[in-house]
């Protein structure tokens, strides 16, 4: 039995108001701000904002983000007026915060992680070894499943939780979700304007021959690094290739 109901849609419809008013922030806003803006997706959402404009609208429950955790579910339980609940794991566990690197001499540059990054916290070109700028990194893991050669590894993140180490502690995530924020939205407006820079050009043939995945010298490429490493793998295991 669930005994923290969420509050009425017009209770809701209140709370955003005033907080409209006395704020000049929007409730959505509020919420946001409360986020660690990691962008995982773990919430089942497209990002932190989505999410938050989920939480303020009531379609979703307080308790989706395992980054933020019980503290961040205190912080949104708060502001909305009502008990905390327990994180969802259907959402996944908090976890202590990580950094992603690579192991260059085995990446291939296919530049795949780039596509993934929320927050373009990976640097390079393609056929060229890729980086990642720990700083601007979230932690989100998303750049780990496209990884053809798996070369991408999560790291701890050099954090301190005690005494006047764990206030500016503190201060420091609220800063660097300020920025993984502010180069997520970067993120989304540079591939907006990329999109409508495409769909005004003219219309490309679409079967040019050197589209077809056997002709194009990158996916051959990919393809080649895949089977390279998968027996490497099964060398090392010692079980025979699928
Ligand atoms: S940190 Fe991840 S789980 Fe939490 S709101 Fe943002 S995208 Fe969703
Ligand atoms: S480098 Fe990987 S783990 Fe770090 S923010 Fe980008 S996608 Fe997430
Ligand atoms: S996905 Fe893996 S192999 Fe491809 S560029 Fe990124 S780190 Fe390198």
Not at 11 to 18: K, Y
């Amino acid at each position: 039995m669930r005994t923290n109901p969420r509050p009425p849609k017009h209770n809701l419809r209140l709370l955003h108001s005033l907080a409209t008013r006395f704020s000049g922030r929007s409730l959505a806003d509020r919420v946001d701000a409360i986020l660690p803006q990691t962008q995982c997706r773990q919430c089942g959402y497209e990002g932190c904002r989505p999410y938050a404009e989920a939480v303020a609208r009531g379609e979703a429950d307080i308790n989706r983000c395992p980054p933020g955790g019980e503290t961040g579910i205190r912080r949104i339980a708060r502001l909305m007026g009502r008990e905390p609940i327990p994180l969802d794991p259907d959402c996944g566990q908090t976890k202590p915060k990580q950094t992603a690197w690579i192991d260059e001499n085995a990446c291939i540059g296919c530049t795949l992680c780039i596509q993934a990054c929320p927050v373009d916290a990976i640097h390079g070109a393609a056929k060229q070894m890729h980086t990642v700028i720990s700083i601007e990194c979230t932690g989100c893991e998303l750049c780990l499943p496209p990884c053809p050669v798996d070369c991408i590894h999560m790291q701890p993140a050099a954090e301190t939780s005690a005494g006047l180490a764990g206030l500016l502690g503190k201060f420091r995530r609220r800063k660097s979700a300020k920025l993984f924020q502010e180069r997520h939205q970067k993120r989304l407006q540079r591939l907006q304007a990329k999109r409508r820079q495409k769909s005004g050009r003219p219309k490309l043939d679409p079967h040019p021959s050197q589209n077809r995945a056997g002709d194009d010298p990158r996916k051959a490429a990919i393809q080649a690094a895949i089977e390279r490493t998968r027996a490497k793998k099964s060398s090392l295991s010692g079980k025979p290739r699928a």
